[in-house]
């Protein structure tokens, strides 16, 4: 080859590797940050540890005997407890499909590093929805509601279709998460108003804060990381709120008259409430972080400093 070429191809290789270089895409930063899984994730499991319960002391003989009123529930609401009780046993699917996604040996290591940190919630969120599962089956089953061998035929029957996590990129899945456990625990609290049964009132009053928790676990953990540009989370929560299902939607079987039978056992339940919920604490989480830049710049404004409300 003459050496002129030989330069010539020689600089072009040079050029080209540059230019890759240069077009070569920058890999995405984890999401979120490991400081915003730590600082959250403390906050949670600190909470959780304090709000614990079992569900054996609350369908203990005792209670059953002297507080438990079954026969003021009726058919509507026994459907719509049965319904709640299959969604929050799909445990073994929610399970499987979380670990498939936060173990993805392909992730850049340090996103399977924030992954492991996430799933200290997963686990400890996991025990609290069997906490739910277990205590929801015991109440209908010594209740006198249902025999114990049809309703673990039933439960068997919803458990075997799989879950599909609706949602590949992390923050429109948290987003998702957040919806879901907010949603849930609108629904308990309504639920627990509108049924005239004491003891399954306490029982839905302790599965409802369990997913208020769980929910402020979310909320904190996307706030804190769109925390320069909420703007950009209230959009996302918009597009992913306007396309919305609860996890289990192609699980349950004939789940439009499932869901049915539960909008007519809570009629104080509001869907709309959820996003509008989520909505508020970003709108609340922007004035107070812009109270904080205004402090910041100007720390000497004495009384006409901004105050939290």
């Not at 919920?277 to 006409?304: H, N, W």
């Amino acid at each position: 080859m003459d050496e002129t070429l030989a330069d010539n191809s020689a600089q072009a290789s040079d050029e080209g590797l540059l230019a890759d270089d240069v077009l070569a895409p920058a890999p995405l930063p984890c999401f979120p940050s490991p400081a915003v899984v730590d600082e959250v994730l403390y906050d949670y499991l600190r909470r959780a540890d304090r709000m614990g319960w079992s569900p054996y002391d609350l369908v203990d003989d005792v209670r059953m005997r002297t507080i438990c009123r079954p026969e003021r529930i009726n058919e509507v609401q026994f459907g719509a407890l049965k319904t709640v009780l299959f969604v929050e046993d799909h445990l073994p699917g929610y399970l499987s499909e979380y670990l498939r996604i936060m173990t993805d040996p392909d992730a850049p290591e340090d996103q399977q590093i924030v992954n492991r940190k996430a799933l200290h919630y997963t686990f400890r969120w996991v025990a609290e929805e069997d906490r739910h599962a277990h205590v929801l089956e015991m109440y209908l089953t010594r209740s006198g509601l249902v025999g114990e061998g049809d309703l673990q035929a039933e439960m068997l029957r919803e458990r075997k279709t799989g879950y599909v996590f609706p949602y590949q990129q992390m923050a429109e899945g948290f987003i998702y998460l957040a919806l879901q456990e907010k949603a849930t625990h609108l629904y308990y609290r309504a639920l627990a108003r509108d049924i005239d049964e004491p003891l399954i009132k306490t029982i839905l009053t302790k599965m409802g804060a369990d997913e208020a928790s769980h929910g402020a676990f979310f909320y904190d953990l996307l706030i804190k990381s769109f925390k320069g540009d909420l703007d950009a989370l209230a959009r996302k929560i918009s597009a992913v709120a306007g396309d919305f299902r609860m996890p289990v939607q192609n699980n349950l079987l004939n789940y439009r008259r499932q869901l049915l039978g539960m909008m007519r056992a809570a009629p104080s339940y509001k869907h709309g409430d959820v996003f509008a919920d989520m909505m508020k604490a970003v709108d609340r989480a922007a004035a107070r972080y812009s109270q904080e830049s205004l402090q910041l710049i100007t720390p000497d404004l004495g009384p006409f400093a901004p105050r939290e409300s």
